[in-house]
Nanobody, 117 residues
């Protein structure tokens, strides 16, 4: 059974940085496109960044130039480097695995990121 476990969230001041990690187990990581989503209080969950099985990256406009997604297939891990954080980045961040072919999607439990002075 597949599982995703996020870590790296916390409280940071505006302009600061955090690096989120998501470790996958129980499925073939390299055959899954990996995404980071976030959900702020009172808002819908939104896609923040994605990286495909062929390492093609995409970002939502508000985080372009500040966030970087990467993956290490040898470690079954996807990362989200977040720089120049803003208060509007405050949310619970979720890791998501979407299969390249037919199969299950997997979601992590989420990690809280709070940007505040």
């Amino acid at each position: 059974q597949g599982q995703l476990v996020e870590s790296g969230g916390g409280l940071v001041q505006p302009g600061g940085s955090l690096r989120l990690s998501c470790i996958a187990s129980g499925f073939t990581f390299r055959l899954h496109n990996m995404n980071w989503h976030r959900q702020a209080p009172g808002k819908q969950r939104e896609l923040v960044a994605g990286i495909s099985t062929s390492f093609i990256r995409n970002y939502t406009d508000p985080v372009k130039g500040r966030f970087t997604i990467s993956r290490d297939n040898a470690k079954n891990t996807v990362y989200l480097q977040m720089n120049n954080l803003k208060s509007e980045d405050t949310a619970v961040y979720y890791c998501h695995a979407r299969p390249l072919y037919a199969g299950e999607n997997y979601w992590g439990q989420g990690t809280q990121v709070t940007v505040s002075s």
